[in-house]
């Protein structure tokens, strides 16, 4: 991935606006499980991205560090060759003096074409530098975005999960009332209301069955006086009336 796609990348989910994306959503919290993977998939790329552009970035800034200590070496050359010249010439070595001064002039060169690739690569290095701090600073904001994603998913589910339970006590609810004769309690009340009146109607029907049978036994006795007194009409005595 390259270092502009990277940048693309990181603005681009950095700017993610997470409750739109919610809003549009059919199903919220499948769309910020993916969400969640994307971020996490783009914040990895982006470090490896990054973490190459600062690899390279301090290869550049060595590079320069060793430029322009090449050149200071080359200048203190310089200075020594030339000094070493002036000392010959005063003795009168024209000749060898003239050789050290030539020895100065190439560390001189020596040193201008180290500063000069010194200064060739400090836009580079001032460039990378941007961009570099660019490049964390998206990647921390997408390190936040990524925060705020699992905290809302986190509330979401929670939010889903007591909106299921109010949903399940409120049909539980409905489902008992007692007040409902259609209700397994009110069904169970009219069982009981059959039971009842079955007992009541075997009481009264034995209690008439016990009247009847006292009223026979009332029949066996007016039958029994009857036959007594037709027994004495034939013998030839008068029956005794009851009371006398």
Do not use: C, Y
């Amino acid at each position: 991935m390259s270092k502009q796609s990277v940048f693309g990348r990181i603005a681009q989910l950095a700017k993610a606006n997470i409750n739109a994306l919610i809003d549009s959503a059919e199903d919220p919290e499948k769309m910020l499980d993916q969400l969640v993977r994307d971020f996490s998939a783009s914040i990895n790329d982006a470090e490896a991205a990054i973490a190459q552009t600062i690899g390279n970035l301090r290869l550049l800034e060595q590079d320069h560090a060793e430029d322009v200590a090449l050149a200071q070496d080359w200048g203190r050359k310089a200075v020594a060759a030339s000094v070493k010249a002036d000392q010959l010439r005063s003795t009168g070595n024209v000749v060898d003096a003239d050789k050290f001064d030539n020895l100065a002039k190439v560390a001189l060169g020596k040193q201008l074409s180290a500063e000069s690739e010194a200064r060739a690569v400090e836009p580079t290095i001032a460039n990378q530098t941007q961009t570099v701090d660019q490049l964390k600073r998206g990647l921390e904001a997408m390190k936040d975005k990524l925060d705020e994603l699992r905290s809302r998913r986190d509330q979401l589910v929670a939010r889903a999960k007591i909106a299921q339970a109010q949903n399940q006590v409120i049909d539980a609810v409905k489902s008992i009332d007692i007040m409902d004769s259609s209700s397994e309690l009110g069904r169970f009340e009219e069982k009981i209301r059959r039971e009842e009146a079955k007992v009541m109607g075997r009481q009264e029907l034995a209690a008439s069955t016990l009247d009847a049978q006292f009223e026979a036994l009332e029949d066996i006795g007016v039958q029994t006086e009857i036959e007594a007194r037709l027994a004495a009409l034939k013998s030839g005595s008068s029956p005794q009336a009851i009371g006398q």
